[in-house]
Structure formats: C-alpha cells, structure tokens
C-alpha cells in the first residue's frame, strides 16, 4: 500500500493540530442557498458545496475538493456519470429520507441538516455537543472489563482483527428501537477502528441512530462519526465539526430515515460502504446503491492514514441505569437474535476490503457482548446473505434486571 503510507506522515501531523473547533459557527457561517421543512420538523439548508463546515478547518483551508473517488472496490463508479451505477438488488424494499418529500437540493449543493438551538442546549456542555461519550467502542480483549460497565454502554458485535482493513460494507436491517432515557441512545453501525485501544484510537463509523438528546425525536436517523483520538478531542457526529467532506446533493446526515421495519411486517434495510482510495489516501462512504456521500480526507487520521486494523460491525445502546435497573432501551428491534428474520434485526453480507482494495468475505469473525442476558449477537453464512448476523435485545428482562 505505497499510496497510503505516502499520507502517513501529513495524518501524523495533523493529529495534535485537530483541536476543538467547535459546533457555533453552524448558527452563523453558513450560506444557505434554499432549504426544506421535512415532515419530522428538520430544516434541511442547501449549502454550496465550496461552503460546507469542513473548510473551517485549518488543513482544508487550500484543499481541492475530490469530486469523486479514484477508485471503487466493486468497480461500479461512473466517473463520467460521477454516480454508482444502480443495480436492483434482490427485491429488498427501497430507503429514502423524509426531507425528500418536501424538495431536494440543486446541484453543486449539498443537504445539511438544520441544528436546533435546543439540541445544543441539552447537550452537557456545548464543547460536548454532537460528540460521542469517551470511549465508546466495544473492546473484545478487553482487560479491564469494569471501564465497559462504567461507562454505561453496550454492545453486540461480530468483528474481525489481525490484518490491515481498507474499508467495510454491510447491509444493516433499520428499526426504530425505543429508548427509555433521553439521554440514552441505540445505534447499529460499522466501525472501522485503527491503533491500540489507548488515547489515540482512531475510528470511522457510520450507521442509524435513534438520540433523543442528538436530535430531539425518537427518529432513526443516517449519521457518521469520526475520532483520531479515542473520542476526546477530534471528531464529531455527521457535520457538527469540520472533517467530513461532503459531495453528494441527495442524502443529508443526520436526516431520518424512512420507513422502518416492523415486527412481523414489512423488512427494510440500508447498505453502507466505507472504503479507502488507495491513490488519495481519503475515506469514502457510499449509502445504498448509488450513494457516494464524500469523504474523511487522510490527514485527519495517525493510523487510519495508512490502514484499519480492526472492524466491527453491530449496536451499541447506552445504559443509564437511571432508577438504578438495567434500561429498557431496545437494540436492534429490541428482539433476541433468536426470533430471527422480520423480528430480530440482522447485518447481512458483511464485507471487508483487503489489501488489494478487494471486497471480501471476512476471515475468522468473532462476537463480543457484555451482558448477553441484555443484548445478545449471532453469527452464520449462507448463499444470499454472505456472512450475515442478527443482533440486539430488549435490555431490561427477567434475566437482565
Ligand atoms: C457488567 O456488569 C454486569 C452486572 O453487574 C455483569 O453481570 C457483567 O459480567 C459485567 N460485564 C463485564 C464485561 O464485566
Ligand atoms: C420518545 O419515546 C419515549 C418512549 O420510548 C417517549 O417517552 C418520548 O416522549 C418520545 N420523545 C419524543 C420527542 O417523541
């Protein structure tokens, strides 16, 4: 991998210069050309896409902006069409964000999602805004067991180790889990984690999310995230900081998603993408078929600036215990992996990239839970669904009090 150790050293560097640069600017700096009321009550602002949050920072400050990757790991992307070339797939039932409803934005913009003065508001303090918790990644090894329940959150995962990762795909089953606490949430995401599980853990996440206390609903949402150091000081949900480079006109971050799967009832899922191009040494995230959303440019990384060593992919619910019992807050759709399809939610076809930008069945894939009696993980293979899992549980129950 010559092109990503080339951008190696200027990720190196950046990494202590990434300071917080924090959520503000977003009630001032933007220049919204037209904008959508969607039905959930998001404002979505329609932004130049020469004037998106990201060149706040002092790194992008000269960047040209990539208006398409040099490569795609399935060999899909139209460079002349600057689009992915849409297959329908296997009859799985189509996904698209509400604010569609109400407009879309022209071209050379992109969607950005409003920011309530409420939402920052409720946050603990407005430098926490839009970020997750510390160290809010599932540790499999983990040797000090205590930090996981501490912190409160928890997880059920398949993940994969031991070799160097150039990128993730998966298929994600969308639900709308109920949370009982608002400041509680639950999510169902890939993670593509780089570095030891220390201060510098580096890490790209994208997936769905229901935060009252993010977005003040219960809505699932599409959101991404990124931190080069353990969720301290870098990094953000979606837009809420400068990183994420954003090309794509149609999808939003942060913007519902719609419709959910029900119980027994109609299944709907999502497939994401995240994938390293191996000539600019930046992070692509592709939604759905044709999808390409933008970047995380290299620079913003220590060790994902070369290479990911770890992947994960499933839930992650925060557990307040607030009248001192396990939460209630669903995983998944709040089912046991045990009930299956159409009541418990699955990731299916989970993919990695290799070291030749292949997309990949993942090798020797292991599952990690903390509470198994609250949130359980399964794993299995077949022909339609690749390597596939269902996931997630109800929290609190007879045995999980
Ligand atoms: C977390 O705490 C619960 C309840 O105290 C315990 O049963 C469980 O084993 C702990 N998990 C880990 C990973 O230590
Ligand atoms: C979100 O759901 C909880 C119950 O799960 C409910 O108490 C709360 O009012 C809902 N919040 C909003 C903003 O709808």
Redesign the pocket.
């Known amino acids: 991998m010559a092109m990503g150790d080339a951008h190696f050293s200027s990720g190196r560097r950046s990494r202590r210069v990434v300071v917080t640069v924090v959520v503000f600017f977003f009630f001032w700096g933007l220049i919204s050309l037209s904008c959508a009321a969607s039905p959930d009550g998001d404002i979505i602002d329609c932004v130049h896409i020469s004037q998106q949050p990201a060149f706040d920072h002092p790194f992008l400050k000269d960047h040209k902006i990539q208006i398409r990757p040099s490569y795609h790991p399935e060999g899909l992307y139209d460079v002349f069409e600057n689009k992915v070339s849409t297959e329908n797939n296997d009859g799985t039932n189509a996904i698209t964000q509400l604010w569609h409803v109400n407009g879309r934005c022209p071209e050379d913009t992109i969607p950005i999602r409003r920011t309530k003065e409420e939402e920052v508001l409720r946050a603990s303090s407005v430098k926490r805004y839009g970020k997750k918790q510390h160290r809010s990644f599932p540790q499999p090894r983990?040797a000090d067991?205590?930090l996981?329940?501490q912190s409160g959150h928890q997880h059920a995962i398949a993940y994969v180790e031991g070799d160097k990762y150039y990128g993730a795909k998966a298929t994600l089953n969308v639900w709308e889990p109920k949370i009982q606490q608002p400041n509680e949430f639950s999510l169902s995401q890939i993670w593509i984690l780089g570095g030891s599980f220390g201060e510098d853990l580096n890490s790209i996440e994208a997936g769905w999310q229901v935060s009252p206390d993010l977005y003040g609903d219960n809505n699932t949402r599409l959101f991404t995230y990124w931190t080069s150091d353990a969720y301290q000081a870098t990094g953000c949900y979606n837009l809420l900081c400068s990183g994420f480079i954003q090309i794509s006109s149609e999808i939003a971050m942060g913007a519902s998603i719609s419709p959910v799967s029900g119980y027994r009832n109609s299944q709907y899922d999502i497939s994401i993408l995240v994938w390293k191009d191996p000539r600019e040494g930046n992070w692509w995230m592709q939604f759905g078929n044709g999808y390409v959303l933008g970047y995380w440019p290299s620079f913003l990384f220590s060790y994902l600036a070369d290479s990911g060593s770890m992947i994960e992919w499933g839930g992650e619910v925060v557990n307040s215990e607030a009248d001192g019992q396990h939460t209630s807050t669903q995983m998944g759709s709040g089912h046991f992996p045990e009930e299956g399809f159409g009541k418990s939610s699955y990731f299916k076809n989970i993919q990695i990239v290799d070291s030749s930008n292949n997309l990949k069945a993942p090798k020797g894939i292991g599952t990690f839970t903390?509470?198994s009696n609250c949130y359980d993980v399964q794993t299995g293979t077949n022909g339609d669904w690749g390597h596939y899992f269902y996931y997630g549980g109800p929290g609190r129950n007879a045995n999980c009090p």
């Open positions: 983990s067991p205590d996981i329940n903390e509470q």
